[in-house]
């Protein structure tokens, strides 16, 4: 036998115990948050045809997609890089949810074609909640705030980050740069390649736009700070600019009354990882210095279009896997008693009432050798001795 058969591929390893049950506990925990808030679960299927796992803004995700090609119908099919799409899917073509607010959540793994590791996991543990059908401010805070009470309810200790992807699309069209130069400006931006962005402003920006693409990567850091800047120095860039900043200040007054002691920091020019976003965007990055953010979302209208429904959206995802080593161990303290093999139908009735009181029956095979607990036949009853 070849030495590689038992190697996993690169990125993709095997959770064992008592990791394994530790996500598990975390994820019923996210899950049961999210029910308690409205959410539905939906599950959909962990590869589908590449037409519409690509679809729309979508396609962005095409170089992180395994693709291969359905024995069934012959079409490309594609294992999902994430399922946010998925989900957008599924809430305009399979519920065709127009006209009505629809909350769903998800859990499932998720693959990325590449190992990078800067850019976290290669096989997520994606759990995500998504709110469709509201295009106003207030299903964004609803969607920060279920993500930040979801994270408190996990004990994990976070810092909030939050931009509008609007703010750059909307100085790159008033600024007047076309297409490619709008295209070139944003993925400078995603790489965050600043000698880069400082090299393309001088190149192809002019006059006054100069000094404003220097402000707006300048307008990083503490939220209330930043956005009295920003609103300041954009204030009458036109009507849409100024609608973005209020949005974020409004979203950040809102969050400090109601999350008083998060850490908020505001990053306009930082769309990392944002792909398919329209609005505002968001990310919680661990208090305790972790270079990949927890979980992240934000807004992202008429994804669905494709699909025969544009609605408004916005929700957000974390990876369990990534997140595990951050949360706490989870003590097994369920009690352990060992019961014999035989055949008895009361002894099976006792195990069966001891497991629903929530405790452990393990069966033995040497019951003289198991220290602790055992279910013994004391005059014709199971007992625990
Ligand atoms: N699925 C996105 C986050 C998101 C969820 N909903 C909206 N955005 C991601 O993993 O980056």
Known sequence: MQQSTWFTPEGLEDLLPPQAQKLEFYRRQLVDGFHLSGYDLVLPPLAEFTDSLLTGTARHMAVDTCRFTDQESGRMMGVRADMTPQVARIVSNRLKADGQISRLCYVGEVLKTRNNKAKGSRSPIQVGAELFGHDGIESDIEIIELMLESLKGINLNIKLSLGHVGIVDELIALAGLNDAQGSELIDILERKAIPEFDAFVAANISGAWTARFQQ??????????????????????????????????????????????????????????????????????????????????????????????????????????????????????????????????????????LKSQGIKVVKSYDLEQENGKKLSNQNGAWQLV
């Open 216 to 353: 707006l990567i300048s307008y990083c850091g503490n939220a209330a700070d930043t956005i009295a800047k920003a609103q300041s120095e954009f204030s009458g860039l036109s009507v849409q600019m100024d609608a973005y900043l209020n949005h974020l200040a409004e979203m950040v007054q809102h969050l400090q009354a109601t999350h008083a002691s998060v850490d908020i920091h505001l990053d306009l020019a930082d769309i990392r990882g944002f792909q398919y976003h329209t609005g505002i965007i968001f990310a919680a990055y661990s208090a305790c210095g972790f270079l990949q953010p927890i979980a992240k979302g934000g807004r992202y209208d008429n994804i669905g279009a494709d699909f025969g429904l544009a609605l408004p959206a916005t929700g957000f995802s974390l990876d369990l896997r990534g997140a595990l080593d951050l949360l706490a161990d989870v003590a097994d303290n369920t009690d352990v008693v060992y019961a014999p093999c035989v055949s008895d139908a009361d002894l099976q009735n006792k195990i069966e009432e």
